[in-house]
C-alpha cells in the first residue's frame, strides 16, 4: 500500500525557486511574479502576515522583495521607538520612519506603530525636572570590564540602571504627563490615516511578583506619574486618530492562562482596570518570543481569556528558537555557536504549525500575525534560527508547514 502525501510543492517550489534566483544572480528569474504565492496570500481573509524591520535602509532588494511576497504589514522595529523618534525635548528624528511609511505605502504594505510609550529605550529627559543636554556617544567613558568581557560586578536591575540615567531631580507628575502627551499627539499626529494602529504602552507588566495585582514595573512611567498613565495614553491617542487601533503590548502575557496565574493573570487584572476607566483599548498584541518547548494550551487559553474582554488579539513580535527557551526578557537571548540538530529545524516547524492552527481556530479573533524580523540574520535571536527564512532567505521547514496549513495543501492519501 503506497501512501501518498502533497504537501503544496507547487507553491514551494515557485517561492524557493525565486528566492534562490535572488541569492544567485539569475536575474532571469529574480522578480517575484504574480504566480509566485507568500504567506500572506495563504492567509489572506484570516488575518494579516507581517514582518518587523525598519525598512527599507540597509535592506538588499532580495530583502525587500521577500518583504513584498509576504507580508502585508510591517512593524517598525525600532525607528519609532522614543528614543530614537524623540531624543531631545524639542528634536524629532522623523527621517527613518517617514522613509518607512512612504516604502509601505507604495508597495501596499500597511503600517503598525511601535511603541508609543515604553520603559525602556525612552530618553531621560522625559523625567528629568531640568534635562541635561544629551551626551555625545564619544563622551560616554568605558565601562570596565572582566577578562571574560563582562562587566565588574552583579548586573545592575532595569530599574537601578533606569534612575542612574536620570540627572537632578525627578519631574513632577504634571510635567511628565505633559511631556508624553505632546509627545503622542505629535507622533500619532504625523501619521494619522497612514498607521492603522498602535502599541500604545509596551511591557508594563513585571516578570515576577503577585499575580492577584497588576503588577505593573516601579519605575519609569508608573514610578513618576503612576498606574493611570496607561489610561491617559490611549485616550490622546484616540483623540488624535480615532480610527486607529490601540493595542496594548507584552511579552510572557500567556504564561499561566489556563490556570489564570502568573503574568497572564496580572494582563487580565490590569486591561479590566483599563477597560473600566474607558481607555479606548483595541485589543492586546501577544508578543510570541517562544521555543520548542512553548506550552501551547497557554497560548489559546490566553486568546480566549482576550476575547471574553471585548479585545482583539495580535500576535505581535512572532519567533520561535530551534534552541534555547527564554521567552522575551532581556538576558538570556544570546548567540548559541554550537550546530542546532536537523531535528530541532522538525520540531520546529511542528510548533510552528500548532500555533497557526490555534490562530486559525480564532481568526475571527485575530487581527495579526508578525513575525519579528524577515530571517534568522535579520533577528534579535540571531544565533537560535528562530524565524522562518535562514540568513541566504531560503525556507525553512517551519515556513513550508505554515504554507501547506494556510493554503490546505496538507492532502493525505492511503
Known sequence: MKRLVVLGLSVYVILAATVYAQNTGDTGTATVTAASMGLKDAYAGKFLI??????????????????????????????????????????????????????????????WGHTLAWHSQTPPWFFEAEPSEPEEPAARPARPRTMAGNRRGPRPSMSEFWRRSITGPMASREVAMERLKNHIITVVGRYKGRIIGWDVFNESIADSGDCTTENLRTFSWYEVVGPDVLTMAFKWAHEVDPDAQLYYNDYNIEQGAVENKGKHASSMLLLKRLIDEGAPVTGVGIQGHWHLDTNLADVEQAIINYASLGLKVAITELDVTATGSNSGAFGGFGRNNEPIPPENYEKQAEVYKALFEIFIRHSDVIDRVTFWGISDTRSWRRGRDALLFDGELQPKPAYQAIMDLGTGKNVHTQ
Open 50 to 111: 507581517g514582518a518587523a524591520g525598519d525598512i527599507p535602509k540597509r535592506y538588499s532588494e532580495n530583502e525587500l522583495a521577500n518583504i513584498k511576497a509576504n507580508y502585508d504589514v510591517i512593524t517598525p522595529e525600532n525607528c519609532m521607538k522614543p528614543r530614537p523618534i524623540h531624543p531631545w525635548v524639542d528634536t524629532y528624528n522623523f527621517a527613518i520612519s517617514d522613509t518607512l511609511v512612504q516604502w509601505c505605502q507604495d508597495n501596499d504594505i500597511k503600517v
